[in-house]
């Protein structure tokens, strides 16, 4: 047993990138494992988020608008766009992740009116399942659940649009975009990835794999903060041809002149709806900070490093007591989902403890790695709650 803590801190002591935990605000008492829920907050985001208000909005009132503030849902997208292999031009940072997921479906439908089926991942998580239907309704199309492995048995000349998760938020399985977005353009469909769960954390190559539409949370593993706008990300040479539904005048091609028609803006800019939300935006901008200077490479090796460390911790204390659904191969993202009976009252009494992951219905128990400020002794340590209460013996 003292081989793991041991193993831990050399593991530590070793890290790379142990020096980016200093940017991060954490109680040194948590074992915060939950950050693919919701990110820590990096030390400088309180700061500027106060300097917005005393300064942007205090001082400079609606003059903030056009300096700090109209433009922002691009600049900000111009952060993201690197972490997920965008030129410059093609992401945009507004609204929710369920919103983006509504405008890129309906906009991929738009793009193929002839098509008449949507397919997604039958094991997706709900709201895009749940949008999906609701588009498929509005756009008259059929909706065709899909095992991600057995895609093949879906598309067809007839689909429009797939939407696919790139990393599965109940086990914790990384899904090949490579494979998955070619086998959707050799029917001549339209792929949209979600990157909820792995944005921030894996090199994420867009424009190299001719991905069509991507949408991703900024509030999970990019630490933008609770409930901090998602990203959508449209391929450049679509931006002409691509309408989304919700045509509000934050999406005109020349807002301020309160044309009486809709004409969209020329650019990813025709992604935008209404009002950005400030505040959240520009608290998400100094959230992105953290990542300069940062290879993602280097992000992806410790991810599966902690992770693979916090499976061995797993086996070697907790034996066949619990199951671990994520996969052991390379084929993970930074979580680790275990599967026990009793998960919700041992969530419960680990967060009461102040270790922190969290359960999915009906009996995960999901522990996310944050590499740029989770430690290897956070793994050990989790693990060893986990023994505690299930294999004390040991
Ligand atoms: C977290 C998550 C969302 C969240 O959508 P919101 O609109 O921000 O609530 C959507 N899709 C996936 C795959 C997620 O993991």
Redesign the pocket.
Known sequence: MTGLTERAAKLDAEDPLAHLRGEFDLDPDVVYLDGN?LGAPPRRVAGRVEQVVREQWGRRLIRAWPDSWWAAPERVGEKIAPLVGAAPGQVLVAD??????FKALVGAVRLSPKRSEIVVDAA??P??GYIAESVAELTGTVLRPAVVDELDDVLSDQTAVVLL?HVD?KTGRLYDMAAATAKVHSVGARVVW?L??SAGVLPIELDALKVDLA?G?T??FLNGGP?AP?FIYVRRDLHESFRQPLSGWGGHRDPFAMAPAYEPAPGIARARAGTPDILSLLALEAALEVWDGVDLADVRAKGLSLTGFFIECVDELLGDTVEVVTPRDERRGHQVSLRHEDARALMAEMTAREIIGDFRTPDVLRFGFAPLYNRYMDAHRAAQSLADRLAPMK
């Not at 929710?96 to 997921?101: A, E, G, Q, R």
Request: some cysteine; overall charge negative.
């Open positions: 829920s929710s992740t369920s919103v983006n997921i997706t998580f709201t895009d998760n938020y979600d909820c769960h949408v949370c509030y999970k409930g998602a």
